[in-house]
């Protein structure tokens, strides 16, 4: 099992920067890949971000050169740092991790809102 705890939402305005956090606790030595997962109302949950154990890193299209993924091997935890956001980034964004048998945890999600 792997737990998977999100901080970092919040309100953002349009252009604004936000950074996510996700920390990994349990069976971690099974974690191949983690990444985030976006889930807009009335919308399917949808890759963002994802990065292996070996650093090899794919982004969602619309978020290249804005939203960047990393990973603390030694902490267990991914973030996604969002700049210049976009009036269709705003969602829940899930945290994710899959093991090396393809096995998919999620977190409980956090809220990205568009402040007026």
């Known amino acids: 099992q792997v737990q998977l705890v999100e901080s970092g939402g919040g309100l953002v305005q349009a252009g604004g920067s936000l950074r996510l956090s996700c920390a990994a606790s349990g069976n971690i030595f099974g974690i191949n890949t983690m990444g985030w997962y976006r889930q807009a109302p009335g919308k399917q949950r949808g890759m963002v971000a994802v990065?292996?154990?070996?650093?090899?890193?794919n982004y969602l299209d619309s978020v290249k050169g804005r939203f960047t993924i990393s990973r603390d091997n030694a902490k267990s935890t991914v973030y996604l740092q969002m700049t210049s956001l976009k009036p269709e980034d705003p969602a829940v964004y899930y945290c994710?991790?899959?093991?090396?048998?393809?096995?998919?945890?999620w977190g409980q999600g956090t809220q990205v809102t568009a402040s007026s």
């Open positions: 990065i292996s154990s070996s650093g090899t890193i």
């Open positions: 994710n991790s899959r093991s090396w048998h393809h096995q998919d945890y």
